[in-house]
C-alpha cells in the first residue's frame, strides 16, 4: 500500500511530466505531504513554488500565475474549510476559460460523516464549475490510477481536446503519516505527457453589412488583435472594452456614449470576448432585428439577450463597410474627445477617478516597452473605458469571467510573477481593501514588481451612478451602497511591507507612472465621489447631443 508520502510524489511528479510549472501551496497539515513534493521539485529546479498561507489569495495568485504564463496553475490546500476558500477564484476560472488546477488534501473516506476534525463532503464542493473532478487516495495503491487521472485533469483543464479550458478538482485523500519516513519511496518517472490539441480553427466567410460594428468584450491579446485587423481590414467602427486588448489604433474611444445615438442604424455585429461593461452594449447584443456573429475559438459563446445569429472560430470577411458610416462614428468621437479634455483642462492639476483613470491609461500606452495592466472590476474599469485611444495600448488583464472585485490585488502579483514583468494595477479603495491580503507574501517568497494605483472614494462609487443612487435613495444610499469604511491606508500597506505614497496632482501622478517599478508600491488618490452621478449624467448628454448632430 503506498504511502501518502509516495503518493503526492507520484501526482506531482506526473503533473510536471505534463508540462505544469507553478505551484501555489496554502499550509496545512494534510496537505502535508503535497508541500514537501513540490519543495522537492523546486530544489530540483523542476518548478516554481508559491507559498501563501491565506486560501484566497492562493487561488487568485494562481490565476494571475496562469494568465501571466498562459499555462496550467496547481493550487494545493489542505481539509475543510480551506478547501471552500478556493471557490471564487475557481468560479472566476470557470467563467473566463483559466486552466486552473485545485488539489485539495483530504481525510480517508471513512471519516467522511463522522464528525472527525477539518472532515466534510468536499468531491462536488465546487459544483458546475469544474471541467472536471477525479476521487483520488494513497489507499488505492494504484500509480497508474493517479497517472491516468492527472494526465486526463490536464487536458480537461487546458481545454486542448474540446476547446473548454477552466479549472478541475484532483481530491486526494491522505492517511497519516502525512511526513517523509524510511517506508516512502519515489516514484518511476513515467516519462513527459502530452495530450493532442485540436486542429486549428478555420476562418468562416462573412458578409459584411454597410453599418456593422466590431464589438471586442473582455479577450486575451491574440483575439484583441483579431478584432482590430478585421476593423481595420473592413473599414467597420470598433467598439473595444479595455480589457479586449483591442482599445488602440482604430478603436472609437468614446464609443458607449455614442452607442445610443448610433445604435437604430446597425445592421450587423460582429462580436470578440466577452462584453459586459455597458447597459447600451448589452441592449444592442439582445436585438433581434440585425445579425449578430460571435467569433469564439473556445466551444462557450456569451448569449445573454438570446439573439446571436452565427457562431463562428475565425472571420473571412466579404465586403466593406460603408465609409460614410465609419467617418461619422471618428467625427462624433473626436468632437466627444475635445469636449471631455477641454473639461479636464478646466479642472487645472485637480485629480478625480474618471480623470485618474484617462492618464492612468494614456502614460502607460505611451511608453516604450508595451505594459502590463490589471484593472479592478467595478467604476474605474468603466473609467478606463472612456480614456484616449492611440496607436498602442498596454496588454490588460481584468477579472471580467464573474467581474467581481475579490482577489483582484492577488490575481495582479500572480500575473507579474507569472509573466516575469512589472504590473500597473488600477483598483478602488474596495477592490484593494477585499484582497489586501495579496499583499501579504512571505520573506522567503519571490517578491514582484506590481504598481498598486488606489483611487480612494471611501466606498462604492459605481453604486452612486446606478438605480440605487436615485435622489429618492439618497436617506438610505450611504450606509448600505456608499459603504464607507474610513481606513488609513498608509498604515495598511506599511504593514503589509509595502511601499506607500499619496499622490495629490495629475503631473505627480503621471510621473509617478512613469518611474520603474520597485518591488510593490501603492499610490493612493483620494477623490470625492459626490458628484458621481451628476458627471456621468453630463457625459451621456453631451454624447446624445453630438450623435444627433452627426445623424
Given at each position: 500500500?503506498?504511502?501518502?508520502?509516495?503518493?503526492?510524489?507520484?501526482?506531482?511528479?506526473?503533473?510536471?511530466?505534463?508540462?505544469?510549472?507553478?505551484?501555489?501551496?496554502?499550509?496545512?497539515?494534510?496537505?502535508?505531504?503535497?508541500?514537501?513534493?513540490?519543495?522537492?521539485?523546486?530544489?530540483?529546479?523542476?518548478?516554481?513554488?508559491?507559498?501563501?498561507?491565506?486560501?484566497?489569495?492562493?487561488?487568485?495568485?494562481?490565476?494571475?500565475?496562469?494568465?501571466?504564463?498562459?499555462?496550467?496553475?496547481?493550487?494545493?490546500?489542505?481539509?475543510?474549510?480551506?478547501?471552500?476558500?478556493?471557490?471564487?477564484?475557481?468560479?472566476?476560472?470557470?467563467?473566463?476559460?483559466?486552466?486552473?488546477?485545485?488539489?485539495?488534501?483530504?481525510?480517508?473516506?471513512?471519516?467522511?460523516?463522522?464528525?472527525?476534525?477539518?472532515?466534510?463532503?468536499?468531491?462536488?464542493?465546487?459544483?458546475?464549475?469544474?471541467?472536471?473532478?477525479?476521487?483520488l487516495a494513497d489507499a488505492d495503491d494504484q500509480p497508474e490510477h493517479w497517472r491516468s487521472a492527472v494526465r486526463r485533469a490536464v487536458v480537461a483543464a487546458t481545454g486542448v481536446r474540446d476547446r473548454s479550458p477552466g479549472p478541475v478538482q484532483l481530491n486526494v485523500a491522505l492517511r497519516p503519516p502525512l511526513v517523509p519516513g524510511a517506508a516512502d519511496h519515489d516514484p518511476v518517472d513515467a516519462g513527459r505527457f502530452e495530450g493532442q490539441s485540436l486542429p486549428p480553427p478555420v476562418p468562416a466567410a462573412v458578409d459584411v453589412a454597410a453599418r456593422s460594428v466590431v464589438v471586442a468584450g473582455d479577450a486575451s491579446a491574440p483575439t484583441g488583435r483579431q478584432a482590430v485587423e478585421l476593423a481595420q481590414a473592413t473599414g467597420l467602427p470598433l467598439l473595444a472594452e479595455p480589457s479586449s486588448n483591442a482599445r488602440r489604433g482604430p478603436a472609437i474611444g468614446t464609443y458607449r456614449l455614442l452607442l445610443p445615438g448610433f445604435a437604430p442604424e446597425i445592421e450587423q455585429v460582429i462580436c470578440f470576448g466577452h462584453p459586459t461593461l455597458s447597459r447600451p452594449v448589452q441592449q444592442l447584443l439582445a436585438r433581434t432585428d440585425l445579425e449578430l456573429i460571435m467569433v469564439t475559438e473556445t466551444a462557450q459563446w456569451i448569449d445573454p439577450g438570446l439573439a446571436v445569429d452565427r457562431v463562428v472560430d475565425a472571420v473571412q470577411p466579404r465586403g466593406q463597410g460603408d465609409p460614410q458610416w465609419l467617418a461619422r462614428w471618428q467625427g462624433a468621437d473626436r468632437e466627444l474627445r475635445r469636449r471631455i479634455t477641454a473639461e479636464e483642462s478646466a479642472a487645472g492639476t485637480e485629480l478625480g477617478g474618471a480623470r485618474t483613470a484617462s492618464i492612468f491609461w494614456s502614460v502607460l500606452a505611451g511608453l516604450a516597452e508595451e505594459q502590463l495592466v490589471v484593472l479592478g472590476s467595478s467604476q474605474l474599469i468603466r473609467d478606463v473605458d472612456l480614456a484616449p485611444v492611440g496607436p498602442h495600448a498596454p496588454r490588460v488583464h481584468a477579472n471580467r469571467g464573474l467581474a467581481g472585485i475579490d482577489g483582484t490585488v492577488s490575481t495582479a502579483v500572480g500575473l507579474a510573477l507569472g509573466a516575469g514583468h512589472a504590473v500597473h494595477a488600477l483598483l478602488g479603495d474596495l477592490t484593494f481593501l477585499h484582497d489586501l491580503n495579496g499583499l501579504l507574501i512571505g520573506p522567503e517568497?519571490?517578491?514582484?514588481?506590481?504598481?498598486?494605483?488606489?483611487?480612494?472614494?471611501?466606498?462604492?462609487?459605481?453604486?452612486?451612478?446606478?438605480?440605487?443612487?436615485?435622489?429618492?435613495?439618497?436617506?438610505?444610499?450611504?450606509?448600505?451602497?456608499?459603504?464607507?469604511?474610513?481606513?488609513?491606508?498608509?498604515?495598511?500597506?506599511?504593514?503589509?511591507?509595502?511601499?506607500?505614497?499619496?499622490?495629490?496632482?495629475?503631473?505627480?501622478l503621471a510621473a509617478e507612472l512613469r518611474r520603474p517599478v520597485h518591488g510593490i508600491e501603492v499610490l493612493e488618490v483620494v477623490v470625492d465621489r459626490s458628484e458621481r452621478r451628476a458627471e456621468q449624467q453630463r457625459l451621456q448628454d453631451l454624447g446624445a447631443q453630438i450623435t444627433l448632430s452627426a445623424n
Open positions: 500500500m503506498a504511502t501518502a508520502i509516495e503518493t503526492a510524489k507520484i501526482i506531482c511528479a506526473e503533473l510536471i511530466n505534463s508540462g505544469v510549472r507553478d505551484f501555489v501551496l496554502a499550509p496545512g497539515s494534510r496537505n502535508a505531504p503535497f508541500g514537501f513534493a513540490a519543495f522537492a521539485a523546486e530544489q530540483r529546479g523542476e518548478i516554481r513554488l508559491h507559498v501563501r498561507i491565506d486560501e484566497r489569495s492562493a487561488g487568485f495568485t494562481a490565476l494571475g500565475l496562469s494568465v501571466g504564463t498562459d499555462s496550467p496553475v496547481v493550487v494545493i490546500t489542505t481539509s475543510g474549510t480551506a478547501v471552500a476558500n478556493l471557490h471564487p477564484a475557481v468560479l472566476e476560472a470557470a467563467h473566463a476559460g483559466r486552466p486552473l488546477i485545485v488539489i485539495s488534501a483530504d481525510r480517508p473516506a471513512t471519516l467522511i460523516g463522522s464528525g472527525a476534525n477539518q472532515t466534510t463532503v468536499q468531491q462536488g464542493i465546487f459544483g458546475a464549475a469544474l471541467r472536471g473532478i477525479w476521487q517568497e519571490p517578491r514582484p514588481e506590481v504598481r498598486f494605483v488606489v483611487v480612494n472614494d471611501d466606498g462604492g462609487a459605481i453604486f452612486g451612478t446606478l438605480e440605487q443612487g436615485a435622489v429618492e435613495h439618497a436617506d438610505a444610499f450611504e450606509r448600505i451602497f456608499g459603504a464607507p469604511h474610513g481606513s488609513g491606508l498608509a498604515q495598511l500597506v506599511e504593514g503589509y511591507r509595502a511601499r506607500y505614497r499619496r499622490v495629490d496632482t495629475a503631473t505627480d
